[in-house]
């Protein structure tokens, strides 16, 4: 959690933070903590004893999580083209240094020495969709669900779910007018080839435009080859190693509430509203977004919060690091001084 997000929590007062998770085992990020008490939304998980856990420990407020498979029935649109193809193509997994290291690994707890080491081409793991002529009742298809729920508005959409996360995507896109998400959190792919099934970033990127939203943010996971293994930062095995080819990431979509384009959105957005997207903006890293929200849509939002303090927590934050991090109004008069009108090197 941020300060600034900190301070948005507490101007909210009847308003919620409406978040939908797909792919929710271990709960709301702890990014989202300032928030917990007034968060609202669903989240959804396969697995019952994981949503049963979730449920028990009641920790953040009106949220409830669902045991089910979001996906779509046989008589989807979208489940003809999804049982012919697969969602992913071209995957190196079988040829990454984390695919030898699982090698290992499986052997040495069998008690058997290491498998021979091959640099032969490996096969691409392709993987289909899972979609059934007798799906399974627990299966969500999530915007029936959020109607039927009574959801309209959501702050903030995620989706993780290891492999049909264009999918879930794919079966939100009808109601994006009718269900208005403010902000999507999504797993992306960087292989795969141009089928339009295929559960890559290309794909992902694409459609979510169509929807009118712009990508703010995108984190990259890089994996060696088995055949030069690198090593890893943040783990024993190599796994998001130091180098290697970007094989996942994270990309965070948003509506870009003070372009232009964006004005008929903006004017219907109640000021609540607009201080949570700019919270958002906080969490993820982008408090300059933040700070273009406050001061574009200052006159709706000066009787909601302290636009002030506000924006000299968001200054704090772009001045991670710094052992006096200076307020708003100096860090932008001393930036101004040092940068405008110098001569390019």
Known sequence: MTEFATLVAGSLHSELVTIVDVGAAGGIAPAFGCFLDKIDGFGFDPDPAEVA????AKS?????????LVGIPADHPLAEPARIRPYTTRN?????????WAEIDQAAKAGLAPPPLSF???AHMDATYLVTDNPDPQTVLLPSFLKEHGVDKVDFLKIDVDGEDLLVLQSMTPQFTDIEVMSIGIEVNFFGSNRPTDNTFHNVDRLLKEMGFELFDLTMRRYSMKHLPVGSDHHVYPAETRMGRILQGDAFYARDICAPYNKALAERTSPEGLLKLAAMFSIFG???CAAEILL?????????INIPIALDGLSRQAQRGEQEPKPYVDYLRDFESRTIGKALP
């Open 92 to 100: 190196p997994w079988s040829r990454l240094a984390i695919f030898r």
């Open 53 to 56: 856990r979730l449920n028990a």
């Open 286 to 288: 982008l408090p300059d």
């Open 60 to 68: 953040c407020g009106a949220l409830q999580y669902v045991a089910g």
């Open 296 to 304: 574009v849509f200052g006159d709706r939002l000066a009787t909601r």
């Open 120 to 122: 032969a081409a490996g």
